[in-house]
Protein backbone atom coordinates (compact mmCIF):
# COMPACT_ATOMS: atom_id res chain seq x y z
CA UNK A 1 0.00 0.00 0.00
CA UNK A 2 1.42 3.25 -1.27
CA UNK A 3 -0.73 5.24 1.25
CA UNK A 4 -1.90 5.24 4.45
CA UNK A 5 -5.24 4.02 4.70
CA UNK A 6 -7.23 5.22 7.49
CA UNK A 7 -10.45 2.83 7.41
CA UNK A 8 -11.44 0.25 4.56
CA UNK A 9 -14.08 2.44 3.89
CA UNK A 10 -14.34 4.61 0.93
CA UNK A 11 -13.92 7.85 1.95
CA UNK A 12 -16.97 9.35 0.06
CA UNK A 13 -18.48 10.49 3.47
CA UNK A 14 -17.45 13.75 6.00
CA UNK A 15 -18.40 11.23 8.87
CA UNK A 16 -19.12 12.50 12.04
CA UNK A 17 -16.37 11.16 15.04
CA UNK A 18 -19.11 9.09 16.14
CA UNK A 19 -20.90 5.92 16.16
CA UNK A 20 -24.66 5.07 16.47
CA UNK A 21 -25.13 1.68 18.13
CA UNK A 22 -29.47 1.70 18.79
CA UNK A 23 -32.15 3.46 18.07
CA UNK A 24 -35.71 3.85 19.45
CA UNK A 25 -38.66 6.18 18.76
CA UNK A 26 -36.85 9.82 18.53
CA UNK A 27 -33.67 8.97 20.20
CA UNK A 28 -30.00 7.09 19.06
CA UNK A 29 -27.65 5.65 21.39
CA UNK A 30 -24.07 5.98 20.27
CA UNK A 31 -21.28 3.53 21.09
CA UNK A 32 -19.88 5.42 24.14
CA UNK A 33 -23.52 4.88 25.66
CA UNK A 34 -24.88 8.62 25.07
CA UNK A 35 -28.34 9.54 24.03
CA UNK A 36 -29.20 11.86 21.01
CA UNK A 37 -32.64 13.41 20.14
CA UNK A 38 -32.50 12.54 16.37
CA UNK A 39 -33.59 14.93 14.20
CA UNK A 40 -32.07 13.93 10.90
CA UNK A 41 -34.49 10.65 10.83
CA UNK A 42 -31.46 8.64 8.81
CA UNK A 43 -32.14 11.77 6.25
CA UNK A 44 -35.59 11.80 5.73
CA UNK A 45 -35.69 7.88 6.23
CA UNK A 46 -36.86 6.40 10.12
CA UNK A 47 -40.01 8.89 9.01
CA UNK A 48 -41.76 6.65 11.94
CA UNK A 49 -38.90 6.68 14.40
CA UNK A 50 -36.15 3.95 14.99
CA UNK A 51 -37.54 0.90 14.60
CA UNK A 52 -41.26 1.24 14.55
CA UNK A 53 -42.95 -1.85 15.93
CA UNK A 54 -45.48 -2.48 13.24
CA UNK A 55 -42.70 -2.31 10.32
CA UNK A 56 -40.10 -4.53 12.26
CA UNK A 57 -42.68 -7.21 13.09
CA UNK A 58 -43.61 -7.42 10.02
CA UNK A 59 -40.02 -7.26 8.83
CA UNK A 60 -39.37 -10.03 11.00
CA UNK A 61 -42.33 -12.14 10.07
CA UNK A 62 -41.14 -12.06 6.57
CA UNK A 63 -37.72 -12.90 7.49
CA UNK A 64 -38.75 -16.28 8.78
CA UNK A 65 -40.79 -16.99 6.19
CA UNK A 66 -39.17 -16.13 2.57
CA UNK A 67 -36.64 -13.72 1.51
CA UNK A 68 -35.99 -13.63 -2.26
CA UNK A 69 -37.26 -15.32 -5.01
CA UNK A 70 -36.53 -12.73 -8.02
CA UNK A 71 -38.94 -11.09 -10.45
CA UNK A 72 -39.70 -14.03 -12.42
CA UNK A 73 -42.45 -15.15 -10.06
CA UNK A 74 -45.04 -13.00 -9.18
CA UNK A 75 -44.97 -11.70 -5.71
CA UNK A 76 -47.97 -11.62 -3.76
CA UNK A 77 -46.23 -8.92 -1.40
CA UNK A 78 -45.16 -6.94 -4.24
CA UNK A 79 -48.58 -6.78 -5.60
CA UNK A 80 -49.88 -6.03 -2.04
CA UNK A 81 -47.34 -3.03 -1.61
CA UNK A 82 -48.39 -2.20 -5.22
CA UNK A 83 -51.67 -1.60 -5.08
CA UNK A 84 -51.25 0.60 -0.99
CA UNK A 85 -48.97 2.99 -2.79
CA UNK A 86 -51.30 3.14 -5.98
CA UNK A 87 -53.82 5.32 -3.43
CA UNK A 88 -51.70 7.83 -4.60
CA UNK A 89 -54.10 9.88 -6.91
CA UNK A 90 -53.58 9.39 -10.44
CA UNK A 91 -50.92 6.06 -10.21
CA UNK A 92 -51.74 3.04 -11.20
CA UNK A 93 -49.12 0.63 -11.22
CA UNK A 94 -45.16 0.53 -9.10
CA UNK A 95 -41.98 -0.61 -10.57
CA UNK A 96 -40.16 -1.51 -6.90
CA UNK A 97 -36.22 -1.28 -6.87
CA UNK A 98 -33.55 -0.25 -4.55
CA UNK A 99 -32.69 3.31 -3.81
CA UNK A 100 -33.71 6.88 -4.74
CA UNK A 101 -31.06 6.91 -7.63
CA UNK A 102 -32.50 3.59 -8.89
CA UNK A 103 -36.14 5.52 -9.36
CA UNK A 104 -35.05 8.36 -11.06
CA UNK A 105 -33.19 6.43 -13.44
CA UNK A 106 -35.92 3.93 -14.35
CA UNK A 107 -38.43 7.09 -14.20
CA UNK A 108 -36.26 9.15 -17.60
CA UNK A 109 -36.29 5.90 -18.87
CA UNK A 110 -40.04 5.42 -18.74
CA UNK A 111 -40.51 8.81 -19.78
CA UNK A 112 -38.27 8.69 -23.04
CA UNK A 113 -39.73 4.86 -23.83
CA UNK A 114 -43.02 6.60 -23.16
CA UNK A 115 -42.56 9.38 -25.98
CA UNK A 116 -40.93 7.08 -28.37
CA UNK A 117 -44.33 4.38 -28.20
CA UNK A 118 -46.09 7.37 -29.29
CA UNK A 119 -44.27 8.13 -32.30
CA UNK A 120 -42.10 11.30 -30.73
CA UNK A 121 -38.40 10.42 -30.96
CA UNK A 122 -37.35 14.34 -31.38
CA UNK A 123 -38.25 14.51 -27.54
CA UNK A 124 -35.86 12.97 -25.05
CA UNK A 125 -34.89 15.98 -23.33
CA UNK A 126 -34.98 15.61 -19.30
CA UNK A 127 -35.14 18.96 -17.74
CA UNK A 128 -34.86 19.38 -14.31
CA UNK A 129 -34.36 22.43 -12.00
CA UNK A 130 -31.26 24.93 -10.63
CA UNK A 131 -30.18 23.45 -6.84
CA UNK A 132 -32.31 20.10 -7.23
CA UNK A 133 -30.89 16.54 -6.31
CA UNK A 134 -32.14 13.38 -7.81
CA UNK A 135 -28.84 11.45 -6.74
CA UNK A 136 -25.32 10.23 -7.67
CA UNK A 137 -26.36 7.32 -10.42
CA UNK A 138 -24.95 8.32 -14.28
CA UNK A 139 -28.83 9.52 -15.06
CA UNK A 140 -29.43 10.60 -11.79
CA UNK A 141 -26.10 12.90 -11.63
CA UNK A 142 -26.83 14.03 -14.92
CA UNK A 143 -30.59 15.62 -13.58
CA UNK A 144 -29.08 16.89 -10.86
CA UNK A 145 -29.03 20.65 -11.34
CA UNK A 146 -25.93 21.32 -8.87
CA UNK A 147 -22.82 21.53 -11.17
CA UNK A 148 -20.20 20.55 -7.51
CA UNK A 149 -22.52 16.39 -7.87
CA UNK A 150 -20.99 16.55 -11.29
CA UNK A 151 -17.36 17.82 -11.04
CA UNK A 152 -14.98 15.64 -12.03
CA UNK A 153 -16.78 12.61 -13.54
CA UNK A 154 -17.94 14.58 -17.08
CA UNK A 155 -18.74 13.74 -20.10
CA UNK A 156 -22.20 13.55 -18.36
CA UNK A 157 -25.00 11.93 -19.89
CA UNK A 158 -26.01 13.96 -22.84
CA UNK A 159 -29.98 15.20 -23.19
CA UNK A 160 -30.45 16.28 -19.10
CA UNK A 161 -30.30 20.21 -18.95
CA UNK A 162 -31.64 22.38 -15.50
CA UNK A 163 -33.13 25.56 -15.41
CA UNK A 164 -34.23 28.05 -13.14
CA UNK A 165 -36.35 26.96 -10.41
CA UNK A 166 -39.28 28.75 -9.48
CA UNK A 167 -38.85 31.28 -12.40
CA UNK A 168 -41.64 31.57 -14.95
CA UNK A 169 -39.22 32.68 -17.63
CA UNK A 170 -37.37 29.53 -17.35
CA UNK A 171 -40.59 27.39 -18.06
CA UNK A 172 -40.52 28.76 -21.65
CA UNK A 173 -37.32 26.00 -22.55
CA UNK A 174 -39.93 23.61 -21.87
CA UNK A 175 -40.78 22.46 -25.44
CA UNK A 176 -41.26 20.02 -28.39
CA UNK A 177 -38.22 18.04 -27.79
CA UNK A 178 -38.76 17.58 -23.54
CA UNK A 179 -39.89 13.79 -22.57
CA UNK A 180 -39.72 14.88 -19.78
CA UNK A 181 -39.71 17.30 -16.20
CA UNK A 182 -38.06 16.16 -13.17
CA UNK A 183 -39.15 18.34 -10.20
CA UNK A 184 -39.16 18.53 -6.57
CA UNK A 185 -41.82 20.18 -4.64
CA UNK A 186 -39.67 21.01 -1.83
CA UNK A 187 -36.08 21.07 -2.52
CA UNK A 188 -34.23 19.41 0.02
CA UNK A 189 -30.96 18.33 -0.12
CA UNK A 190 -30.69 22.12 -2.17
CA UNK A 191 -31.52 24.13 0.75
CA UNK A 192 -35.12 23.18 2.20
CA UNK A 193 -36.85 25.12 -0.72
CA UNK A 194 -40.81 24.91 -1.53
CA UNK A 195 -41.96 25.30 -4.80
CA UNK A 196 -45.18 28.28 -5.05
CA UNK A 197 -48.26 26.58 -5.91
CA UNK A 198 -49.07 29.33 -8.81
CA UNK A 199 -45.70 28.44 -10.16
CA UNK A 200 -46.49 24.42 -9.89
CA UNK A 201 -50.24 24.83 -11.95
CA UNK A 202 -47.63 26.83 -14.52
CA UNK A 203 -45.11 24.63 -14.92
CA UNK A 204 -48.09 21.87 -15.30
CA UNK A 205 -50.17 23.73 -17.83
CA UNK A 206 -46.53 24.21 -19.89
CA UNK A 207 -45.70 20.36 -19.91
CA UNK A 208 -49.38 19.17 -20.78
CA UNK A 209 -48.77 22.00 -23.77
CA UNK A 210 -45.73 20.66 -24.73
CA UNK A 211 -46.46 16.65 -24.32
CA UNK A 212 -43.84 16.71 -22.29
CA UNK A 213 -43.80 14.75 -19.05
CA UNK A 214 -44.16 15.74 -15.38
CA UNK A 215 -41.75 13.32 -13.00
CA UNK A 216 -42.13 13.75 -9.54
CA UNK A 217 -38.99 13.36 -7.33
CA UNK A 218 -40.77 12.78 -3.77
CA UNK A 219 -37.37 10.57 -2.41
CA UNK A 220 -36.91 12.74 0.04
CA UNK A 221 -40.74 15.26 0.87
CA UNK A 222 -42.82 11.60 0.00
CA UNK A 223 -43.67 9.14 3.23
CA UNK A 224 -45.62 11.57 5.45
CA UNK A 225 -42.74 13.79 5.45
CA UNK A 226 -44.41 16.87 4.53
CA UNK A 227 -47.88 16.17 5.73
CA UNK A 228 -49.69 14.04 3.51
CA UNK A 229 -48.12 11.23 1.67
CA UNK A 230 -46.63 12.47 -0.91
CA UNK A 231 -46.16 16.20 -1.38
CA UNK A 232 -47.70 16.76 -4.25
CA UNK A 233 -51.33 15.99 -3.32
CA UNK A 234 -50.99 19.64 -1.59
CA UNK A 235 -51.19 21.68 -4.62
CA UNK A 236 -53.34 19.70 -6.81
CA UNK A 237 -50.78 18.33 -9.10
CA UNK A 238 -51.37 15.56 -11.59
CA UNK A 239 -48.04 14.28 -12.20
CA UNK A 240 -47.55 11.27 -14.76
CA UNK A 241 -44.25 9.48 -12.61
CA UNK A 242 -43.65 9.74 -9.20
CA UNK A 243 -40.72 8.33 -7.68
CA UNK A 244 -40.11 7.40 -4.03
CA UNK A 245 -37.20 5.81 -2.10
CA UNK A 246 -35.91 7.17 1.38
CA UNK A 247 -39.19 7.02 4.00
CA UNK A 248 -40.94 4.38 2.18
CA UNK A 249 -39.55 1.52 3.86
CA UNK A 250 -38.88 3.36 7.17
CA UNK A 251 -35.44 2.17 6.89
CA UNK A 252 -35.44 -1.03 4.88
CA UNK A 253 -33.89 -0.21 1.38
CA UNK A 254 -35.87 0.75 -1.22
CA UNK A 255 -37.15 2.88 -3.79
CA UNK A 256 -40.32 2.71 -6.03
CA UNK A 257 -41.49 4.53 -9.36
CA UNK A 258 -45.70 4.96 -9.69
CA UNK A 259 -47.28 5.94 -12.94
CA UNK A 260 -50.66 6.62 -14.36
CA UNK A 261 -51.39 3.34 -16.24
CA UNK A 262 -51.10 4.78 -20.01
CA UNK A 263 -47.29 5.41 -18.99
CA UNK A 264 -46.65 2.47 -17.41
CA UNK A 265 -47.74 1.27 -20.23
CA UNK A 266 -44.20 1.90 -21.75
CA UNK A 267 -42.87 -1.08 -19.97
CA UNK A 268 -43.37 -4.24 -21.14
CA UNK A 269 -41.06 -7.67 -19.95
CA UNK A 270 -37.27 -6.63 -20.96
CA UNK A 271 -37.42 -2.76 -20.96
CA UNK A 272 -36.54 -2.47 -17.70
CA UNK A 273 -35.57 -4.71 -14.41
CA UNK A 274 -33.70 -5.12 -11.26
CA UNK A 275 -32.33 -8.38 -9.36
CA UNK A 276 -33.19 -7.22 -5.90
CA UNK A 277 -36.59 -5.05 -6.68
CA UNK A 278 -39.34 -5.47 -4.96
CA UNK A 279 -37.89 -8.58 -2.54
CA UNK A 280 -40.78 -9.37 -0.01
CA UNK A 281 -38.67 -8.36 2.81
CA UNK A 282 -38.98 -5.17 1.71
CA UNK A 283 -42.37 -5.28 0.52
CA UNK A 284 -43.05 -6.29 3.74
CA UNK A 285 -41.29 -2.83 4.97
CA UNK A 286 -43.42 -0.88 2.43
CA UNK A 287 -46.74 -2.00 3.48
CA UNK A 288 -46.77 -1.73 7.13
CA UNK A 289 -45.09 1.56 6.64
CA UNK A 290 -47.94 2.75 4.29
CA UNK A 291 -50.50 1.64 6.40
CA UNK A 292 -49.40 3.18 9.65
CA UNK A 293 -49.49 6.28 7.83
CA UNK A 294 -53.51 6.65 7.91
CA UNK A 295 -55.24 9.78 7.39
CA UNK A 296 -55.50 10.96 10.99
CA UNK A 297 -52.20 10.12 11.60
CA UNK A 298 -51.11 12.55 8.77
CA UNK A 299 -53.38 15.45 9.77
CA UNK A 300 -51.67 15.22 13.17
CA UNK A 301 -48.39 15.35 11.62
CA UNK A 302 -49.94 18.53 9.53
CA UNK A 303 -50.97 20.41 12.72
CA UNK A 304 -47.89 19.43 15.10
CA UNK A 305 -45.38 20.68 12.14
CA UNK A 306 -47.54 24.24 11.55
CA UNK A 307 -46.79 24.37 15.66
CA UNK A 308 -43.36 23.75 15.19
CA UNK A 309 -42.24 25.65 12.58
CA UNK A 310 -44.26 28.73 14.05
CA UNK A 311 -41.98 27.95 17.12
CA UNK A 312 -39.01 28.21 14.80
CA UNK A 313 -39.86 31.37 13.27
CA UNK A 314 -40.19 33.18 16.71
CA UNK A 315 -36.56 31.80 17.69
CA UNK A 316 -34.96 32.56 13.97
CA UNK A 317 -36.73 36.42 13.72
CA UNK A 318 -34.21 38.12 16.16
CA UNK A 319 -31.53 37.10 13.71
CA UNK A 320 -33.56 38.03 10.53
CA UNK A 321 -33.17 33.81 9.86
CA UNK A 322 -35.81 32.82 7.19
CA UNK A 323 -37.71 29.49 8.30
CA UNK A 324 -38.89 27.40 4.89
CA UNK A 325 -39.98 24.21 4.08
CA UNK A 326 -43.54 22.35 4.39
CA UNK A 327 -44.66 19.47 7.19
CA UNK A 328 -41.43 18.28 8.65
CA UNK A 329 -39.12 18.95 6.07
CA UNK A 330 -38.11 22.34 7.47
CA UNK A 331 -34.84 24.23 6.86
CA UNK A 332 -33.60 27.77 9.14
CA UNK A 333 -31.51 29.87 6.69
CA UNK A 334 -28.18 31.06 8.63
CA UNK A 335 -27.03 33.07 5.55
CA UNK A 336 -23.41 31.88 6.96
CA UNK A 337 -22.43 27.59 7.53
CA UNK A 338 -24.75 25.56 9.10
CA UNK A 339 -21.82 23.29 10.62
CA UNK A 340 -20.75 25.11 13.43
CA UNK A 341 -23.96 25.59 15.06
CA UNK A 342 -24.45 22.07 13.99
CA UNK A 343 -22.19 20.99 16.51
CA UNK A 344 -23.05 23.05 19.53
CA UNK A 345 -26.66 20.98 18.82
CA UNK A 346 -24.71 17.97 19.09
CA UNK A 347 -22.76 19.06 22.37
CA UNK A 348 -26.41 19.35 24.06
CA UNK A 349 -27.07 16.24 22.50
CA UNK A 350 -29.41 16.87 19.93
CA UNK A 351 -29.14 16.23 15.76
CA UNK A 352 -29.72 17.78 13.27
CA UNK A 353 -28.70 18.33 9.52
CA UNK A 354 -27.03 20.78 6.75
CA UNK A 355 -29.03 21.70 3.60
CA UNK A 356 -26.46 23.33 0.97
CA UNK A 357 -23.91 24.93 3.15
CA UNK A 358 -26.13 27.39 5.39
CA UNK A 359 -29.08 25.86 5.81
CA UNK A 360 -30.35 23.98 9.16
CA UNK A 361 -32.01 21.11 8.09
CA UNK A 362 -34.47 19.56 10.60
CA UNK A 363 -35.90 16.47 9.98
CA UNK A 364 -37.78 15.28 13.29
CA UNK A 365 -39.42 11.47 12.96
CA UNK A 366 -42.86 12.34 12.11
CA UNK A 367 -43.62 10.80 15.56
CA UNK A 368 -41.88 13.17 17.82
CA UNK A 369 -44.08 13.86 20.67
CA UNK A 370 -44.48 17.74 21.77
CA UNK A 371 -41.99 17.44 24.64
CA UNK A 372 -39.30 16.00 21.94
CA UNK A 373 -40.22 19.00 19.88
CA UNK A 374 -40.03 21.34 22.86
CA UNK A 375 -37.07 20.07 23.77
CA UNK A 376 -35.35 20.69 20.61
CA UNK A 377 -36.97 23.98 20.37
CA UNK A 378 -34.65 24.43 24.07
CA UNK A 379 -31.59 22.93 22.43
CA UNK A 380 -31.81 25.30 20.15
CA UNK A 381 -32.29 28.21 21.45
CA UNK A 382 -29.31 27.74 23.89
CA UNK A 383 -27.11 26.44 21.13
CA UNK A 384 -27.77 29.83 18.59
CA UNK A 385 -27.30 31.83 21.79
CA UNK A 386 -23.50 30.06 22.96
CA UNK A 387 -23.17 30.23 19.16
CA UNK A 388 -24.09 34.20 19.13
CA UNK A 389 -21.76 34.77 22.08
CA UNK A 390 -18.78 33.14 20.37
CA UNK A 391 -18.87 35.07 17.13
C1 LIG B 1 -31.86 11.30 -1.38
C2 LIG B 1 -32.48 11.75 -2.64
C3 LIG B 1 -32.25 11.08 -3.86
C4 LIG B 1 -31.29 9.94 -3.98
O1 LIG B 1 -31.69 8.81 -3.24
P1 LIG B 1 -30.63 7.63 -2.97
O2 LIG B 1 -31.47 6.58 -2.28
O3 LIG B 1 -29.56 8.19 -2.11
O4 LIG B 1 -30.13 7.19 -4.28
C5 LIG B 1 -32.90 11.54 -4.98
N1 LIG B 1 -33.74 12.57 -4.93
C6 LIG B 1 -33.99 13.24 -3.79
C7 LIG B 1 -34.95 14.36 -3.79
C8 LIG B 1 -33.36 12.86 -2.61
O5 LIG B 1 -33.58 13.54 -1.48
Known amino acids: MDKAVQSPVMNTYKRLPFALQSGSGSYVTAEDGTSYLDFTSGIAVCNLGHAPKEVSEAVKAQMDQFWHCSNLFPITLQEEAAAVL ?189 TFGGNPLAMAAVKATKEAMTEPFLEDVQHRSAWFKHQLQETAAPYGWEVRGLGFLLGIDLKEPAAPLLEKLRSNQVLALPAGENVLRILPPLTATDMELQLFLQALTQAVQAWKEEV
Open 86 to 274: TEAPGMDEVFFCNSGAEANEAAWKLARKYQRDQGFAEKYHILSFHQSFHGRTGGAMAATGQEKIKHGFEPVMPGFSSIPFMDQEALKQIDETTAAVFLEVVQGEGGVHPAGKNWLQQLQNVCRDKGALLIIDEIQTGAGRTGTWFAYEQFGLEPDIVTAAKGIGSGFPVGAVLASAETAASFSPGTHGS
